[in-house]
């Protein structure tokens, strides 16, 4: 009777079997094609910042000039936008992409919604201090500014003391927002670690078939 059994669910198993095979060959070919189109933008998006010309045609500027931009019109356009938003820290937009198409062709990207926001956080306080220092953290700096020194004059009001005015304090205060602000875009750079277990439920079929009857037991287990 045994014998009848595995015969019949023979096909069965192999059917499984090719299905799983053919589940992981089409993930992985996506994981891959998804994983160097993120490294195509961002290396794309590279050349255009890199080779930025703020006399290009772009959204603020209108020029008849051929673009020096390498990758022509479109190149000027996107890079002026990234340029425009978040100043000389612009790079690390497409830069993100670049690491992140990498890292999901080695299956090391996790939570990338989390990672994303962790940047675009670090971005924002950070673009605030080279707005201070060099006048070059982008319309976004110039946002992130504007709200630190509001919340710092409030503070001011409180315990009546313009802390603006005190240059110890300044240089403390935005010091720390560059190495918490870095600190934050670092950690959402880095790629997800691995544990060492996986943290889902396998279901394991056990039959104990010396008794007259078979009796089958499902067991879960982790794994």
């Known amino acids: ?111 990338p919604w989390i990672k994303i926001l962790l940047i675009l956080v670090g971005l924002f306080f950070l673009s605030s201090l080279f707005e201070k220092l060099y006048g070059a953290g982008g319309v976004i700096g110039l946002l992130a500014l504007n709200e630190i020194q509001a919340i710092i004059n409030k503070i001011s009001l409180l315990v009546n003391v313009n802390l603006m005015e005190n240059n110890i304090f300044i240089y403390v205060f935005f010091s720390s927002i560059g190495v918490l602000s870095s600190l934050v875009i670092t950690y959402g750079l880095l790629p997800s670690m691995s544990s060492n277990h996986n943290d889902y439920l396998s279901l394991i079929h056990i039959s104990e078939p010396t008794r007259r009857y078979a009796i089958s037991y499902a067991v879960f287990c982790l794994k």
């Open 1 to 111: 009777m045994s014998i009848l059994k595995k015969i019949t669910a023979f096909p069965s198993k192999v059917f499984f079997t090719l299905r799983d095979f053919l589940y992981r060959i089409f993930f992985g070919i996506m994981n891959l094609v998804l994983g160097v189109s993120l490294m195509s933008v961002g290396a794309l998006g590279l050349v255009a910042i890199i080779s930025y010309s703020a006399l290009d045609r772009s959204l603020n500027t209108i020029s008849d000039v051929p673009p020096e931009n390498i990758l022509g019109i479109p190149g000027s356009y996107a890079s002026d936008i990234l340029v425009q938003s978040f100043g000389v820290l612009s790079i690390i937009v497409p830069a993100t992409f670049v690491i992140f198409g990498f890292y999901k062709i080695i299956k090391k990207l996790k939570n």
